[in-house]
């Protein structure tokens, strides 16, 4: 199977395209938000190749899988007057008077939404449009916990335009019980913070590499899907200290970390995990075992396998 699919998340895309497809990635000169092209900080396979908007008017395309409703405006522009099997990627939770948002292609009959989280399809007012839930999936980073550094790990791409979503502005807190390591895009934007070290976009094997050293994983987000490197430091062993909201409540078993909408009780969490490494150790292991379970690339690619070939065959 043929399919078009803008890289929009990094991560995600990088299970994606594990696949046995060939997968068709949009690439313009400036490889801005329309056209990225294949990642530069990430491994993908061969088979994920990239086209230009005039190289894909000339392929054979079987289906399209959308992240962005702007996606729908490009297929109009660069493949006029041509029709796909449409799928929907919905990467956010909803924003806007929740839980009432209805979601901009609700009410359609040529698309199926695909959710990443069940709190995702809860929330979102899809109205009749047809949808399924498809949970993330990831290549095994392998068990490469050691938590050899008392230190926090957290990933966020952009924290400071992101803010409050992300829990940015609860930094602070934890930093001044634990040492705290930031890793994402955009983590040099931080302003000066004691008890911060901020690490900008690094590859993602190298952030791997890093994260593993780190006692614990903090996961501060109040308003986003389910993380992907939060999954990440599950499957890598590490244990999680986080805020219990959105799709954490349920991705992360109790015997694997410490959730609380309390922040004090998560504080006082990083104080202990930061002085207990074989309580952390324990707690890391019980988050491998949910990862197994649960996210694995060989069941986020056979769901999806599954999907899409009930999509083409409408």
């Excluded at 109009?76 to 449409?86: A, E, S, T």
């Excluded at 990831?138 to 992300?166: H, M």
Aim: with cysteine; proline share 7%.
């Amino acid at each position: 199977m043929r399919i078009l699919c803008w890289h929009v998340h990094g991560s995600w895309m990088t299970a994606f395209v594990q696949g046995e497809h060939e997968y068709l990635i949009p690439v313009t000169p400036d490889r801005g938000p329309d056209g990225r092209g294949r990642a530069r900080t990430f491994t993908w396979p061969d088979n994920a190749v990239e086209l230009t908007p005039e190289e894909l008017a000339r392929a054979d395309i079987d289906c399209v899988v959308l992240q962005r409703p702007e996606e729908l405006e490009l297929l109009r522009q660069w493949l006029p007057g041509r029709r796909f099997p449409l799928v929907y990627v919905e990467h956010n939770t909803p924003r806007g008077d929740v839980p009432l948002t209805r979601h901009p292609l609700a009410d359609r009959s040529d698309v199926l939404i695909v959710h990443v989280t069940h709190f995702n399809d809860l929330f979102w007012d899809c109205g009749h449009t047809a949808r399924t839930v498809i949970e993330h999936g990831i290549p095994d980073p392998g068990r490469r916990y050691s938590g050899d550094l008392a230190r926090l790990g957290v990933v966020i791409n952009e924290p400071v335009r992101r803010g409050r979503v992300t829990g940015t502005d609860l930094l602070t807190r934890f930093a001044a019980a634990a040492p705290l390591d930031v890793f994402g895009i955009g983590a040099g934007a931080l302003p000066p913070i004691p008890g911060i070290t901020t690490y900008d976009d690094p590859p993602q094997a190298e952030m791997h590499r890093e994260l593993a050293r780190r006692r614990a994983y903090l996961h501060p987000m109040r308003w986003t899907s389910l993380g992907l490197s939060l999954i990440e430091a599950m499957a890598m062993g590490q244990p999680v200290i986080g805020l219990a909201t959105t799709e954490a409540v349920d991705a992360v078993p109790a015997a694997a970390g410490v959730l609380s909408t309390n922040v004090d009780t998560l504080v006082e969490a990083a104080r202990w995990l930061t002085a207990d490494a074989d309580s952390a150790a324990r707690l890391g292991a019980a988050g491998r075992q949910a990862y197994e379970r649960r996210f694995t690339l060989g069941r986020f690619l056979a769901d999806w396998d599954r999907t899409l070939k009930e999509v083409c065959e409408l």
